[in-house]
């Protein structure tokens, strides 16, 4: 009986102890949707389709309602929310093309390289978007597997309408748009119909790394390509929405949300992960009724106004993040590494990086984290300062999308670039909308903020002012 005793005192002890360590070490699921506007969920105010798993997430969570992007284009905006830096910091900007020979530089530390350090298994499976050339794949920055495409669903030889593209225009020059597993391609999409088959595909594999991953830690990054033009939705949503097929590929990516939560919860694993859901940037507005809704903030997708920036963020930890709370917050997708650190003890990177931990106000605490931000565009081309919620535009040319027509059905608008922003200091606490330049009204606070702006020129540099910047590090290059 003492022998018996023992040995169960001994299997409690041994279980007690591996339970701390898994708690100690809690999944990771990533969820980054594409073009996704502020407005374009159920908790945000879309009309005419339903968001019930995402809203779901919401009320069992955090929601951020002052999240920024890294950047307003696609791979700026991965390499920042991937490395917790300003992408121009790390030599990345714009959308890297199929022709383009740069991505991450191996020196860069990403989220999925912090964490392997610490006996995660790790996948990437979506849009990758920052080199597709063998070196910069997921594969060689610390994902054990990747399903999905080296760039944007829009990078093929047609056109958004899925019609080969003109003899002459740029994407008659692309190649077929690969489907890559690991570091090989395994099939091409050429239609929209193989579009349409996306987002089921990136869910199935996903579903499939947590139930193989449900005894060890896991961070799971699922970058749908979704609702980025061409959008198409599988036959089970199509017509599912009153707004039509944005709405139909929206709630599409809804019912992926769900199947991810109803395998966590089937696995066992509701209780030790971090479920993270946000997006890229904001709506691409010119293709009208195939973009979103940037929720009333001005301008979109390109743009350092806050239609372009402010993005949808939602959090949750069941047991350890408080259900239904809303974060008014300034907080950013460099600020998720950080984040991510802190909760699993792993060591920042040794380079230098820009986010900062929201552990404190995860925690509950009324505490700002983030005091700065700072909005770039255009290369290295600092365009805007922040500094809580006041925002000072510094002169520069931006697109826009008011007062052009937008397109229809799958056809993009007209394009212009040829708004002059002057300088102007908005109160987003009152003036979310950026209409209202308040500079003159305090003199201190607009000071403030151009020294602010000088020291980020120093840090960073700036094409406007031709500031190279002391700080900057180069793309990976061939």
Same mark, same amino acid.
């Given at each position: 009986?003492?022998?018996?005793?023992?040995?169960?005192?001994?299997?409690?002890?041994?279980?007690?102890?591996?339970?701390?360590?898994?708690?100690?070490?809690?999944?990771?699921?990533?969820?980054?949707?594409?073009?996704?506007?502020?407005? %374009?969920?159920?908790?945000?105010?879309?009309?005419?389709?339903?968001?019930?798993?995402?809203?779901?997430?919401?009320?069992?969570?955090?929601?951020?309602?002052?999240?920024?992007?890294?950047?307003?284009?696609?791979?700026?905006?991965?390499?920042?929310?991937?490395?917790?830096?300003?992408?121009?910091?790390?030599?990345?900007?714009?959308?890297?093309?199929?022709? %383009?020979?740069?991505?991450?530089?191996?020196?860069?530390?990403?989220?999925?390289?912090?964490?392997?350090?610490?006996?995660?298994?790790?996948?990437?499976?979506?849009?990758?978007?920052?080199?597709?050339?063998?070196?910069?794949?997921?594969?060689?920055?610390?994902?054990?597997?990747?399903?999905?495409?080296?760039?944007?669903?829009?990078?093929?030889?047609?056109?958004?309408?899925?019609?080969?593209?003109?003899?002459?225009?740029?994407?008659?020059?692309?190649?077929?748009?690969?489907?890559?597993?690991?570091?090989?391609?395994?099939?091409?999409?050429?239609?929209?119909? +193989?579009?349409?088959?996306?987002?089921?595909?990136?869910? +199935?594999?996903?579903?499939?790394?947590?139930?193989?991953?449900?005894?060890?830690?896991?961070?799971?990054?699922?970058?749908?390509? *979704?609702?980025?033009?061409?959008?198409?939705?599988?036959?089970?949503?199509? /017509?599912?929405?009153?707004?039509?097929?944005?709405?139909?590929?929206? *709630?599409?990516?809804?019912?992926?949300?769900?199947?991810? *939560?109803?395998?966590?919860?089937?696995?066992?694993?509701?209780?030790?992960?971090?479920?993270?859901?946000?997006? %890229?940037? /904001?709506?691409?507005?010119?293709?009208?009724?195939?973009? /979103?809704?940037?929720?009333?903030?001005?301008?979109?997708?390109?743009?350092?106004?806050?239609?372009?920036?402010?993005?949808?963020?939602?959090?949750?930890?069941?047991?350890?993040?408080?259900?239904?709370?809303?974060?008014?917050?300034?907080?950013?997708?460099?600020?998720?590494?950080?984040?991510?650190?802190?909760?699993?003890?792993?060591?920042?990177?040794?380079?230098?990086?820009?986010?900062?931990?929201?552990?404190?106000?995860?925690?509950?605490? +009324?505490?700002?984290?983030?005091?700065?931000?700072?909005?770039?565009?255009?290369?290295?081309?600092?365009?805007?300062?922040?500094?809580? +919620?006041?925002?000072? *535009?510094?002169?520069?040319?931006?697109?826009?999308?008011?007062?052009?027509?937008?397109?229809?059905?799958?056809?993009? /608008?007209?394009?212009?670039?040829?708004?002059?922003?002057?300088?102007?200091?908005?109160?987003?606490?009152?003036?979310?909308?950026?209409?209202?330049?308040?500079?003159?009204?305090?003199?201190?606070?607009?000071?403030?903020?151009?020294?602010?702006?000088?020291?980020?020129?120093?840090?960073?540099?700036?094409?406007?002012?031709?500031?190279?910047?002391?700080?900057?590090?180069?793309?990976?290059?061939?």
């Amino acid at each position: 009986m003492r022998i018996f005793a023992i040995l169960t005192i001994f299997c409690c002890a041994f279980f007690y102890v591996n339970a701390q360590s898994r708690s100690a070490s809690p999944n990771i699921v990533l969820i980054f949707l594409d073009d996704l506007g502020y407005g %374009d969920l159920g908790v945000t105010g879309a009309l005419e389709y339903q968001t019930p798993n995402i809203d779901k997430l919401a009320h069992e969570g955090m929601r951020f309602t002052n999240f920024e992007t890294a950047q307003a284009v696609c791979s700026a905006s991965r390499a920042g929310l991937l490395t917790g830096c300003y992408p121009n910091r790390i030599g990345i900007a714009g959308a890297l093309r199929p022709k %383009d020979s740069i991505g991450l530089n191996a020196s860069e530390t990403t989220i999925a390289e912090m964490l392997k350090q610490h006996g995660y298994a790790t996948a990437a499976i979506g849009k990758w978007h920052l080199g597709h050339l063998k070196p910069f794949l997921p594969l060689q920055n610390g994902f054990d597997e990747f399903f999905g495409l080296p760039y944007s669903n829009d990078m093929w030889p047609a056109d958004y309408l899925g019609n080969p593209a003109k003899p002459g225009t740029p994407k008659a020059s692309f190649p077929a748009l690969p489907l890559i597993r690991g570091n090989e391609k395994i099939a091409e999409i050429n239609t929209l119909d +193989d579009q349409a088959r996306l987002t089921k595909m990136y869910t +199935d594999e996903a579903v499939k790394f947590i139930k193989k991953n449900s005894k060890n830690p896991f961070f799971l990054y699922l970058p749908h390509s *979704m609702p980025h033009v061409p959008i198409a939705a599988s036959a089970p949503f199509k /017509g599912k929405s009153k707004q039509g097929l944005y709405g139909d590929v929206i *709630m599409e990516l809804d019912w992926s949300v769900g199947e991810i *939560m109803k395998t966590l919860k089937q696995q066992g694993l509701e209780n030790n992960t971090i479920v993270i859901f946000t997006s %890229d940037n /904001g709506p691409w507005l010119t293709f009208g009724d195939h973009a /979103g809704s940037s929720g009333g903030f001005r301008e979109g997708k390109g743009t350092i106004f806050e239609g372009g920036h402010r993005v949808p963020c939602i959090m949750k930890w069941k047991g350890k993040i408080a259900e239904g709370v809303v974060c008014n917050k300034l907080a950013s997708t460099i600020d998720i590494l950080p984040t991510i650190a802190a909760i699993t003890g792993s060591g920042l990177p040794e380079l230098k990086i820009d986010g900062v931990s929201l552990v404190p106000v995860l925690e509950g605490k +009324d505490v700002s984290p983030r005091k700065y931000f700072s909005y770039y565009y255009d290369g290295n081309s600092l365009k805007a300062v922040r500094m809580d +919620d006041w925002k000072l *535009m510094l002169p520069h040319n931006s697109q826009t999308y008011e007062n052009i027509k937008t397109g229809n059905g799958g056809k993009g /608008g007209e394009t212009s670039f040829s708004l002059k922003v002057p300088l102007a200091l908005y109160d987003l606490r009152r003036d979310p909308g950026e209409r209202y330049d308040v500079k003159d009204l305090y003199p201190e606070i607009t000071a403030a903020l151009l020294k602010q702006a000088d020291e980020v020129r120093e840090d960073l540099g700036d094409n406007i002012t031709k500031v190279e910047g002391k700080n900057r590090r180069p793309a990976g290059k061939l």
